[in-house]
């Protein structure tokens, strides 16, 4: 397990599989899932959705309708496709189903442009900052970064002014905490 992975919700295995395969085929109900990842144990995989789920990783975003039922699909939630980023999904099929099911959106140009620019582990890294503890304290800590890192992440930052103002935002927060 990598220091990045440790920051963020550990996951089992089964998990893990399940967070790259939707990242990778898209959408998908828990019995698609279960073929695409191995393991044909159903209830083993639905186990591993409702814990995803649960950590706010997927959420229900269709439905698949077979013969008269309908069968929940599922895709990753803004934590989610950061995880998969994280976990080293392929950004250009990320970006291709996130773009269908949501559409363009700057948010997610911001993600994927940044998942170019850094490694994933300094990704996480960078994205664990803007996630608080569970008192609602923000996680401070230094990230070492080169000036390849910084120049990437400048370069990206300068092509987004609303994220950029946000981030200036809550960093000034941060501060003011202090």
Do not use: C
Request: proline letters at 4%; a positive charge.
């Amino acid at each position: 397990m990598s220091k990045t992975e440790g920051q963020y919700h550990i996951l089992h295995p089964l998990q893990k599989r399940i967070i790259l395969s939707l990242a990778h085929k898209g959408p998908q109900t828990i019995n698609e899932t279960s073929k695409k990842v191995g393991n044909n144990q159903y209830k083993a995989t639905y186990i591993a959705f409702q814990s995803l789920k649960g950590k706010g990783l997927i959420k229900s975003v269709d439905v698949k309708k077979y013969l008269t039922r309908e069968y929940p699909k599922f895709w990753l939630t803004d934590e989610g496709l950061a995880l998969a980023i994280i976990h080293k999904a392929n950004i250009e099929i990320l970006r291709e189903h996130t773009e269908k099911l949501y559409g363009t959106q700057m948010k997610y140009n911001f993600l994927f442009d940044m998942a170019k620019a850094l490694s994933p582990d300094k990704l996480g890294e960078l994205l664990t900052m803007f996630i608080t503890t569970e008192e609602g304290n923000p996680r401070l800590k230094a990230i070492p970064i080169t000036n390849v890192e910084n120049q990437a992440v400048h370069t990206v930052l300068m092509k987004y002014p609303e994220i950029r103002k946000a981030i200036k935002a809550k960093l000034k927060g941060i501060v003011e905490t202090l």
